[in-house]
């Protein structure tokens, strides 16, 4: 059974800094990109950022770049989402997700095309 847990999230003043994590289990997923995905009361969900399990080559929105940096640990099986300079608009549930393909294929691909969620975490930054 795969699952794919997030956790680290929580209330933040803007300007601070939060990392969540996703814990992958159940499957290889060699071939995967793992993307971060976030949505906002009222909003449909976007995309954050992705990497590719194995290069570890990563994509990201142009609103959290430069602000946010994905990363994977492939000894926990784990992927992290580095969070810093955050704002009131990045308040949303996070969630973590896996697709088959690479980090530049996840960030262009919809969210219906991804395998595996993770259950979300909320981040909420206070101004």
């Known amino acids: 059974q795969v699952q794919l847990v997030e956790s680290g999230g929580g209330l933040v003043q803007a300007g601070g800094s939060l990392r969540l994590s996703c814990a992958a289990s159940g499957r290889t997923f060699s071939s995967y990109a793992m993307g971060w995905f976030r949505q906002a009361p009222g909003k449909e969900r976007e995309f954050v950022a992705a990497i590719s399990w194995s290069s570890g080559s990563t994509s990201y929105a142009d609103s959290v770049k430069g602000r946010f940096t994905i990363s994977r640990n492939n000894a926990k099986n784990t992927v992290y989402l580095q969070m810093n300079s955050l704002k009131p608009e990045d308040t949303a549930v996070y969630y973590c997700?896996?697709?088959?393909?690479?980090?530049?294929?996840?960030?262009?691909?919809?969210?219906?095309?991804?395998?595996?969620w993770g259950q979300g975490t909320q981040v909420t930054v206070s101004s």
């Open positions: 997700a896996a697709r088959f393909g690479t980090a530049a294929q996840a960030m262009r691909a919809s969210p219906k095309t991804y395998a595996y």
